[in-house]
C-alpha cells in the first residue's frame, strides 16, 4: 500500500497507514521519498484508498462500482518542508478542490506537466484552461475549483503560495493566462525537462541526493513563474510590430502541428483576434497567409534536402492532413506542384 524511505525526519510524523496528510502531521526538516499504489488493496476499497490518501484539498467524486473495482493508481513523492515533487499515473479522476483552510492543508501553488491524457481545470472565482500531454499544468488551493483528469501520467511540483505571491510582486495570474505564459516562456522547456528527470531519478538517490534534486526543481520553478509573468506582461504591452515578431515565432514552433491555426495562435498570445489582425495589417494574407508562406519554404527546403521523400512525408513534416491540400497550396504559392519543384532541382 505505501512504503517510506530514508528513516527519521525530525518533525516528519506521518506514513501512509496513518490516512491522509494533515497539517497536525507536520512536514520532514529533510525530504522523505515515499511510494503508494493501489495494487495492494482489495479490489473493492482501490478507489476509496486512493482518494482518501493522495488527494490534498481536493475532493474527487465518486464513480461507479464497477469503474471503482478496476480503479488503479501509484505515485512517487518527494516531501520537504518547503516544496513538494510528486509523479503519478492513474485512472480518471474528476472532482472539486477544496479551500487549504477548510482541508487543513497549507497554502499551496502546483505547477505540473500532464505527459499523458488530459487535464480540464476551472477556478470558481474565474479562470479556466485545459492542459494536453506535454503542456503545463496549475492548480491553487486558496479557492475553490474543478478538476477533470482524464486516465493520465503528470509530474507536478508544489510551491509555497505566499512565496510565488510575493516573487511575482502580486497577484497570480489566472490559471489560463498561467499557463499560457509558461508554455511561452523560455524556461518552459527546461522546467519540463527538469521536472521529468528528477522525478525519474528520485527513487534510486539517497537522502543527500534527494535533497539536493528537490532543491533545484524548487528553484527552477520559481524562477520559470517568475520570468514567464513577466514576460507576459511585456507581451501585454508589445506594440504592434513586437506582437507580429512574437507570433511568427510561435507559428514557427508549432508549424508541424496541424492544429496550428489562427485559433490556437490567440491562446498561446493572450490577445484579440482584433489584435492579432492589426499587427498582420498590410501583410499579404494576414495571419493564415504567414502560415502558409511558412510552411511552404519550410517544404521547399525538405524537398531540395531529401529529394526522394515521398510528397506525402513532406506534407505531414509540414503540417498538413493530406497531401492533396498541400499540392494545392504549394502550387498556389511556388507556381509549381511539389513533383514539379523536385524535378525543377534536379535539372538544376
Known amino acids: 500500500m505505501g512504503q517510506l524511505a530514508n528513516g527519521s525526519a525530525g518533525s516528519w510524523q506521518w506514513s501512509p497507514e496513518l490516512g491522509r496528510w494533515s497539517l497536525v502531521h507536520g512536514l520532514p526538516d529533510t525530504p522523505v521519498y515515499f511510494e503508494i499504489a493501489t495494487d495492494a488493496v482489495p479490489a473493492a476499497s482501490r478507489y476509496d484508498y486512493w482518494r482518501n490518501l493522495a488527494h ?25 518542508s518547503r516544496a513538494q515533487l510528486f509523479r503519478y499515473n492513474s485512472d480518471a479522476v474528476s472532482g472539486q478542490g477544496i479551500p487549504a483552510e477548510i482541508a487543513d492543508d497549507r497554502e499551496t501553488y502546483l505547477v505540473g506537466v500532464v505527459l499523458k491524457g488530459q487535464r480540464d481545470y476551472a477556478e470558481e472565482r474565474g479562470g479556466a ?6 503542456q503545463f499544468f496549475v492548480f491553487d488551493n486558496r479557492g475553490r475549483s474543478h478538476v477533470d483528469f482524464s486516465a493520465h501520467d503528470a509530474v507536478h511540483i508544489s510551491l509555497p503560495r505566499i512565496e510565488l505571491e510575493r516573487m511575482l510582486g502580486g497577484a497570480i495570474p489566472s490559471p489560463d493566462e498561467m499557463c499560457r505564459a509558461l508554455e511561452m516562456s523560455r ?6 525537462s527538469q521536472l521529468g528527470l528528477i522525478a525519474g531519478h528520485m527513487a534510486a538517490a539517497n537522502a543527500v541526493e534527494r535533497a539536493f534534486l528537490l532543491s533545484q526543481a524548487t528553484q527552477m520553478a520559481f524562477f520559470t513563474c517568475e520570468t514567464a509573468t513577466a514576460e507576459l506582461q511585456s507581451r501585454k504591452r508589445a506594440t504592434p510590430e513586437d506582437l507580429r515578431s512574437l507570433a511568427i515565432s510561435v507559428i514557427e514552433q508549432e508549424l508541424t502541428s496541424p492544429d496550428l491555426s489562427v485559433f490556437r495562435l490567440l491562446e498561446q498570445l493572450g490577445c484579440s483576434r ?22 511552404i519554404d519550410r517544404a521547399k527546403a525538405i524537398i531540395a534536402r531529401s529529394p526522394e521523400m515521398p510528397v506525402s512525408v513532406v506534407a505531414a513534416r509540414c503540417g498538413w492532413y493530406d497531401s492533396a491540400s498541400f499540392a494545392r497550396a ?3 504559392h511556388a507556381g509549381l506542384s511539389p513533383s514539379e519543384y523536385r524535378e525543377d532541382l534536379r535539372s538544376a
Open 129 to 134: 484552461v485545459s492542459s494536453k500531454a506535454g
Open 187 to 192: 524556461m518552459g522547456p527546461a522546467l519540463k
Open 330 to 332: 504549394f502550387k498556389r
Open 56 to 80: 490534498y484539498s481536493f475532493d474527487s467524486r465518486p464513480i461507479p462500482t464497477e469503474s471503482a473495482a478496476t480503479f488503479a493508481a501509484s505515485a512517487q513523492c518527494l516531501v520537504g
Open 274 to 295: 482584433a489584435t492579432l489582425y492589426r499587427a498582420f495589417a498590410g501583410i499579404e494574407g494576414g495571419v493564415s497567409g504567414v502560415i502558409s508562406a511558412l510552411r
